[in-house]
């Protein structure tokens, strides 16, 4: 048993594609046609880092219950952790690259951590060995 997928709704798939795989990294694993439960068109889009298993699927919203969701879909918690092997090489990637940090590197008792917002506005934790 293995966690494959974790939905993350996004206001536009492109945008979106291009923060997970142009900034963070991610190879996009999948971007195909699909349609709706009622028969509209869609795509069904996965990113994930690269050698992962587990991807984020990218969810255009639809309607209105689903775009209140974008960047709130864990409310206000840090939601999202991605792991790197040189923490400070990523962060300041991050950081050249325009990516919204919230919070300065602290150390933890798991290690380096980082506070970035995703193009929706998620909460991410970048976390690297301490």
């Known amino acids: 048993m293995q966690l494959d997928l974790v939905t ?15 900034l963070l990294g991610f190879e996009l694993a999948e ?4 349609t709706t439960t009622d028969g509209r068109p869609k795509r069904w889009v996965v990113v994930r880092p690269p050698g992962a298993q587990t991807g984020l699927l990218l969810a255009r919203a639809d309607g209105d219950r689903q775009r ?18 040189d923490f400070d090489a990523v962060h300041q990637r991050l950081l050249d690259a325009g990516v919204t940090f919230t919070r ?4 933890e008792p798991y290690g380096r951590v980082a506070v970035f917002l995703d193009i929706a506005g998620n909460q991410w934790d970048l976390l690297g060995p301490a």
């Not at 993350?8 to 142009?22: K, Q, R, S």
């Not at 300065?104 to 150390?107: D, K, S, W």
């Open 31 to 34: 971007d195909s046609p699909s």
């Open 8 to 22: 993350l709704i996004v206001d536009e798939y492109d945008p979106a594609i291009a923060f997970f795989t142009g």
């Open 68 to 85: 209140a969701a974008v960047g709130a879909q864990t409310a206000g918690r840090v939601g999202f952790f991605l792991r790197v092997d």
């Open 104 to 107: 300065p590197p602290r150390a």
